[in-house]
Nanobody
Framework: QVQLVESGGGLVQAGGSLRLSCAAS????????MAWYRQAPGKQRELVASINSGGSTNYADSVKGRFTISRDNAKNTVYLQMNSLKPEDTAVYYC??????????WGQGTQVTVSS
């Protein structure tokens, strides 16, 4: 099992920016898609953005144009640059390594709080 460690969360005012990082152990990282999910209180975990091994990306409609996912395979790290943050972006953000549609390894999560 790959270990994933997120960092970069915190408290920011609406309109501000944060960059999340997720460092992965193991050599499998470069071959697998990676993703960021988030879960707000009382809501289901939702996909925010994903990136495959070739660098192709997908975003939830709610974050398109504001968030950017990227990866550095040499550093076994995936990033989520979040700009123009809104209070509704407040959630725990989780990094995921995707093996298959039904199998993922998860990080421990990092809290992002956006104040209005």
């Amino acid at each position: 099992q790959v270990q994933l460690v997120e960092s970069g969360g915190g408290l920011v005012q609406a309109g501000g920016s944060l960059r999340l990082s997720c460092a992965a152990s193991g050599s499998i990282f470069s071959r697998n898609p990676m993703a960021w999910y988030r879960q707000a209180p009382g809501k289901q975990r939702e996909l925010v953005a994903s990136i495959n091994s070739g660098g192709s990306t997908n975003y939830a409609d709610s974050v398109k144009g504001r968030f950017t996912i990227s990866r550095d395979n040499a550093k076994n790290t995936v990033y989520l640059q979040m700009n123009s943050l809104k209070p509704e972006d407040t959630a725990v953000y989780y990094c995921a390594l995707i093996y298959s549609p039904l199998r993922r390894d998860w990080g421990q999560g990092t809290q992002v709080t956006v104040s209005s």
